[in-house]
C-alpha cells in the first residue's frame, strides 16, 4: 500500500499570496478579498484525509470454470464499501491475465461508494488454451480535492481463474449428429429399429416377447429389431503451420480449435464403444511411443482401436497437439506462418492422400477438421468419397470479415466449404464463437 501527497494546489497557494500582497499594498479591499478563494482550495486539500485502514472487499464471478477455446467469459468484479465513510473517488482496475483479450467492456472503472454500498465491474474475454489466473485488483483512493491518494490490492474472493484445455470434457451427442457411430444393418438383432416378428424361442429374453399379441391370441411371438454395429472412425486434424490463423489477435488460432474439436469428438467416439483411430498432419512425432507412427508427407498415425488402449494413445498424440498451441511467435490475425515443416509434397500430396486412404478399413467413416483456408485437404476430401468413405468435415472459421484481404479469405474458404459439400460429404461451418454441438446439428439439419 502506498500512499502519495499531490501537491497540484501549489498554484492556489502562490495565487492567494499574490493576491493577498498586491491588495494590501495598494489598499484594495476587493483584491484581498479574492485572495481567500484560492486559499479556500488550499485549505480543503490540506484537511482532507484517506481513511487509514480502508474496508473494501472485492469479489470476482466468471460465467465458465472450464470454457472452450474461442468461448467468451464473463467477467463480475463486485466492489463493496464496508467503511463507515463514503468512498467519494475509487478506481479499481482488475488483473486481467496478460494471454486474455477483453474483447466487451472494460476492466477499469470510476466509483463513488455510500457506506455498504457495493458496484459491479463487467467484462468479457475470450478463452484461450491454457491455464489463467487472475491476480488481485488493483485500488486507488483520492481525496474529494485530488490532493491525496492510497494505491494498494485488494485480494478478491470467489473464482480466480479458470482452465481452458483441448482435452476439456464436452457433452457431444456424437451418434445424433455425425453420420458415423452405431449403424443399422439390415441383420436381425439388438437395436431400436423394428425388423421382424418370430415364433418364441426357448431362451428368448421376457422384454422382447410381443405381449399384446399374446393378449389378443395366446400366441407367444419374439420382436426382432434391426442390428446395430459399431463403426470404425478416423479422425484427421490439420495442424499445420499454415493453419495458425486467429480471426482476431488474442483470439485461438486455427491449430488449437482443431485440436480441441478433434479431441471433443474422439474422445466421445470412444466413449460410446467405437473404433477410433487418429491421424495428424503438421506433427513431430519423435520421441513418441510405437503407439504413434509417423508417416511421409508429416503425418502422424494412431490406428483404430476402442477402449482405455486408444485413449491413451490418442491422448499421447494430443500431447503432441498440445506442444503446437503452447508455440511462441504466432501469426497475428489473417496470417500464416512464413515457412512451413509440412509443405505439399511435389505431386500435390495425391501420393501422400492414396497412401493414406489406402491405411483405411473398408467402410472406415472420416471426420477431417481443418480451418480450409488452402486446399490442402479438400482434395483428401474428394479422394475419400471416390473409394465409398462417409466424410464429415468440421471447420473452425478463422477469417476476419473487415479487411479486404480477409474478406477474400472468407470467400475463398466458402467456396473450398461448397465444393466439399458437392462430393457428398457434410461440411460443418463452425463459429468458435458458438458451441461445437450447434454447428453440428445445424450441418446435419441441413442435410
Known sequence: MTVERIYRWEIGLIAAAFLGATGIVFGLPAVILAASIPLAYVTVASVNRLPDTPEIVVERELSSSVPRPGERVDVTLTVRNEHSIVLTDLRVVDAVPDELTVVEGSPRAALSLRPDAEAEIEYTVVAMQGDHAFGDPYVRLRTVSGGRRRTMRIPAGGTTGFSCLITASLP????????????TTATAGQGLEFHTLREYRSGDAINRIDWRRYAKTGDLTTVEFN???????????????EMRIASHAGHPDGVELAAYAGY????????????VGIAGVGVDTQGV?????????????????????????????????????????????GDTAATSSTAATADGGAAVAKRFIQRLSSGTSVIVISTATDDHLVDLVRRLRMASH?????????????????????????????????TGATAVDWDPAEPLQNALENAITRL
Not at 457431444?172 to 449403424?183: A, D, K, P, Q
Not at 446395430?228 to 490439420?238: E, G, I, P, S, W
Not at 472459421?397 to 466458402?414: C, F, I, K, M, N
Open 264 to 275: 471433443a469428438i474422439s474422445n466421445e467416439l470412444i466413449t460410446a464403444g467405437h473404433e
Open 172 to 183: 457431444l451427442t456424437i451418434g445424433n449428429t455425425f453420420r458415423t457411430g452405431e449403424h
Open 227 to 241: 442390428e446395430q454395429r459399431t463403426t470404425t472412425v478416423m479422425v484427421v486434424l490439420d495442424v499445420r503451420d
Open 390 to 422: 462417409d466424410v464429415t468435415f468440421v471447420s473452425p472459421d478463422v477469417t476476419h470479415r473487415t479487411r479486404p484481404g480477409a474478406r477474400l479469405q472468407a470467400l475463398e474458404r466458402s467456396v473450398r466449404l461448397r465444393q466439399i459439400r458437392t
Open 289 to 333: 511411443s510405437a503407439g504413434v507412427q509417423r508417416l511421409r508427407g508429416g503425418w502422424a498415425w494412431v490406428a483404430p482401436g476402442t477402449g482405455s488402449d486408444a485413449a491413451a494413445r490418442v491422448d499421447e498424440l494430443y500431447g503432441l497437439f498440445r506442444e503446437r498451441v503452447f508455440r511462441s511467435g504466432e501469426p497475428g490475425p
